[in-house]
């Protein structure tokens, strides 16, 4: 949140001073937003914050509503995504806690998207469209509604609305077309009157800041992950709520499918209401392929699970493939986990129909599957050829994403540019828009830009991504931001201890390494302490195709609880997150001259061989440690095992975890750090 005041103590704020550009309520919000989120302020921001702000303030004064409490860009939980104004108050018929959640538009001017009803064209000349207001505020009232008990504690408790204050009702027309429900309802220039009979009915003249504290202090319920998704994928309601572009995107498909007839008798209204369906897809057109890209927790495998869930509770089976073999056999165990007895055979056919490989589309039949979800499509392969591969087809040279988006009446592919981690992986989304517009398909691809994991912290993301030198510039000193918590150990031992009393606490907590180290088979039915660090001696998770009895398989390290005893690598890692994360450096990463070398003499991984270029494994390793910097939902704690490189990381990272001395007794574990675990803080005597 940017600021919190009174409708009262905003209204001299929002008129600027003669001669001044900006009223002195956005030069205050130009700078908080410096300070917060690390960047500079968007002129669309200010606008905003100089044009629209000011129409809510002056319709609460205007209606006697002085002591509303306005909270400004309030954060979601969990994730970037922020509401322009939440109003606080209390409720006049009960004089409970009451909230307005705004959402602000400038526009004179919108079309809706004819092949998707709740996109809309802003009438900027802008290149993308954006979800429809009022269904953009639905959801993000759903999203509080899931994640914040509070507002669930009475039915009536939140409300919103989408204020387009410079529209008049028939520029806007097509707007109305979408549904309206208590968390969206949608006021333009003409209904004024009318948005201040909803402040009225919502709020008393009585003070807000009770409610306010209440809403800002409500505990927070725990991030759904995409295991969870997995784990309900039969429940009405049991999904995530899609947000933004990741809605538009689903519903972009979903409504193709719908314009495509498969099966003829598929409506998509169990995924948005019920409305006109438009002209079927001509036979002319070219296979339809849509392609996801995000970053590390922008919500592709969420997308992903959803279309999948939701296409099959209409009765369309959609196939989930993946190139990840932890992935894709931790969906099937959860599916063959729902069996009930003597369905357990019927439960693993299922799953194994239902999610599946890459390579296994070799010789499935032209548009033979309906919908086909290539999720982690980053790791795709240049062709299905591998050491079982009968001799006769190791010849063809025939792309496996052909292979896929041939077998699939709609192929869907989700993707980060920066997650393939082996030589021959060659999934990124202009490989796959050249290769399926050159074979006659018609591409759409949509760009997916929040982020779901790390607290929400875009910062997080942007700094891990200059730290490896995946962009142009620089690494920077981390600056917290109250979202994301980043932490340096001292040692591997310091390491392990934090993580471990996370997970004792209750936390989901995993340690990982890069791949530094010789990976063991088994010996007498034990694991091998590989992971070797000045005497701190670790496992590895279990070796793919072996087993133990004290550990999980390799497959499912990162979702069985046992899996807090080896350490992780990416392989097993990749797609998974976890609320506590910690990261060892290996000496195949090593900070000189100011920004990470790749050192390829130092890994292990058998993939890099001596015909592999040296750019290919820099690229490989940097990505590795990319997805390993990014599992995290609350915090990061890492430690580098080259010294010069840990020196690297105090310096850039303010929060670390080491022993101290305390008077009149032994030392113990602390950490320095603006939002470290209570335990963990050092206090003064």
Not at 206 to 230: C, F, I, M, Q, W
Not at 316 to 328: F, M, P
Not at 601 to 628: E, Q, T, W
Request: proline share 5%; aromatic share 6%.
């Amino acid at each position: 949140m940017l600021l919190q005041l009174s409708a009262a103590e905003l209204g001299p704020l929002v008129t600027a001073r003669s001669g001044a550009v900006n009223s002195p309520l956005t030069e205050r919000l130009v700078s908080e937003h410096s300070r917060i989120k690390d960047r500079e302020a968007q002129a669309s921001d200010i606008r905003a914050w100089n044009n629209s702000i000011p129409v809510v303030v002056r319709a609460l004064l205007e209606c006697g509503l002085g002591e509303v409490e306005v909270q400004v860009e309030v954060d979601l939980p969990h994730t970037s995504s922020a509401v322009d104004l939440v109003l606080c108050g209390q409720h006049p018929g009960t004089g409970e806690d009451s909230y307005l959640a705004v959402e602000l538009k400038q526009v004179r001017h919108a079309t809706v998207d004819p092949r998707c009803p709740i996109a809309f064209d802003l009438g900027f000349g802008g290149p993308r469209n954006s979800l429809h207001p009022v269904r953009q505020i639905q959801r993000y009232c759903e999203y509080m509604m899931r994640y914040l008990p509070h507002l669930r504690e009475s039915e009536d408790r939140l409300m919103g609305v989408a204020l387009l204050h410079n529209a008049r009702d028939e520029d806007v027309a097509e707007l109305f077309d979408l549904p309206e429900t208590d968390h969206g309802f949608l006021y333009t220039l003409d209904d004024i009157d009318r948005f201040r009979r909803v402040l009225t009915s919502r709020f008393t003249a009585a003070s807000g800041k009770r409610a306010a504290h209440a809403l800002e202090n409500a505990r927070r319920e725990p991030l759904r992950k995409v295991t969870d998704v997995a784990r309900h994928r039969s429940v009405t309601g049991g999904g995530l709520v899609l947000l933004d572009e990741q809605y538009v995107a689903a519903d972009r498909i979903i409504r193709y499918l719908q314009r495509a007839a498969l099966p003829a008798n598929f409506d998509a209204e169990l995924f948005h209401d019920n409305r006109t369906v438009h002209d079927p897809v001509p036979e002319t057109e070219g296979k339809r392929v849509f392609i996801l890209r995000g970053g590390p927790g922008s919500g592709k495998s969420a997308v992903a699970l959803e279309l999948q869930r939701v296409l099959g509770l209409k009765g369309q089976e959609a196939v989930l493939a993946s190139g990840s073999h932890a992935y894709t056999e931790t969906l099937r165990d959860i599916m063959i986990g729902t069996a009930r007895r003597g369905q357990v055979a019927g439960k693993t056919r299922t799953a194994k129909r239902l999610y599946r490989y890459f390579n296994s589309f070799t010789k499935t039949a032209p548009n033979s599957v309906g919908v086909l979800i290539c999720d982690e499509a980053h790791r795709m392969r240049r062709n299905s050829t591998d050491r079982y591969t009968p001799k006769e087809l190791r010849d063809d040279d025939r792309p496996q994403a052909i292979e896929l988006i041939r077998a699939a009446k709609v192929p869907v592919f989700l993707l980060d540019d920066h997650q393939s981690i082996r030589p021959d992986e060659v999934g990124t989304a202009d490989y796959l828009k050249e290769l399926a517009e050159d074979n006659g398909c018609v591409v759409e691809v949509t760009e997916l830009e929040g982020t779901f994991r790390a607290g929400g912290s875009r910062r997080y993301q942007q700094w891990v991504q200059r730290l490896l030198g995946l962009t142009v510039s620089d690494p920077v000193p981390w600056r917290p931001d109250g979202r994301m918590e980043l932490l340096v150990a001292d040692s591997p031992d310091h390491l392990e201890e934090f993580i471990r009393i996370r997970h004792h606490e209750g936390a989901s907590a995993r340690i990982t390494a890069g791949f530094c180290w010789p990976w063991s088979k088994p010996v007498d039915g034990q694991l091998v302490d590989d992971v070797d660090i000045e005497g701190w001696r670790q496992p590895w998770n279990v070796k793919p195709t072996y087993s133990v009895s004290h550990a999980p398989k390799s497959d499912l390290w990162a979702t069985d609880d046992r899996g807090i005893g080896q350490i992780g690598c990416v392989y097993t890692a990749q797609t998974f997150e976890y609320d506590w994360n910690g990261v060892i450096i290996g000496p195949d990463l090593l900070f000189r001259d100011g920004k990470f070398k790749v050192n390829r003499m130092a890994s292990c991984d058998p993939a890099f061989g001596p015909k592999v270029d040296d750019d290919v494994v820099d690229r490989c390793i940097r990505n590795a440690y990319h997805v390993l910097l990014t599992r995290g939902v609350h915090g990061t704690v890492v430690h580098a095992v080259d010294q010069a490189t840990q020196n690297e990381l105090r310096r850039l990272i303010p929060g670390t975890i080491s022993m101290q001395n305390s008077k009149g007794g032994p030392s113990k574990l602390t950490a320095e750090g603006s939002a470290v675990p209570p335990a963990y803080r050092r206090h003064g005597g």
